[in-house]
């Protein structure tokens, strides 16, 4: 079992940037990010290959997020730039045994706790 710590949200002006932080207790193949907003379903944000660092963004985030890892800390994290306050949302730090859709929560296997953005116009 692995456990998936995720911080750094907040709130902040249009325009602004955040960088969410995913700490995990054990190794796995692929890490990402997934957000919900209220009434909507999850989707996937981004996600990142342990080994190979190959990334993989949603198109609403492309060219503004960027996804990174430091592998000797187990960490991932979330670069958010040009926020907007459609990107307002729960960000969850998600985590994959072995490849995975990106985009599919139920291909998930283990979850962080979530972290709250909101971006104010």
């Known amino acids: 079992q692995v456990q998936l710590v995720d911080s750094g949200g907040g709130s902040v002006e249009a325009g602004g940037s955040l960088r969410l932080s995913c700490v995990a207790s054990?190794?796995?193949?692929?890490r990402g990010w997934f957000r919900q907003a209220p009434g909507k379903e999850r989707e996937g944000v981004a996600a990142?290959?342990?080994?190979?660092?190959?990334?993989s963004y949603a198109d609403s985030v492309k060219g503004r997020f960027t996804i990174s890892q430091d592998n000797f800390k187990n960490t991932v994290y979330l670069q958010m730039n040009s926020l907007k306050p459609e990107d307002t949302a729960m960000y969850y730090c998600?985590?994959?045994?072995?490849?995975?859709?990106?985009?599919?929560?139920?291909?998930?296997?283990?979850w962080g706790q979530g972290t709250q953005v909101t971006v104010s116009s």
């Open positions: 998600a985590a994959w045994k072995s490849g995975g859709d990106f985009r599919s929560p139920g291909t998930v296997n283990y």
């Open positions: 054990g190794v796995t193949s692929r």
């Open positions: 990142i290959y342990a080994y190979a660092g190959v990334t």
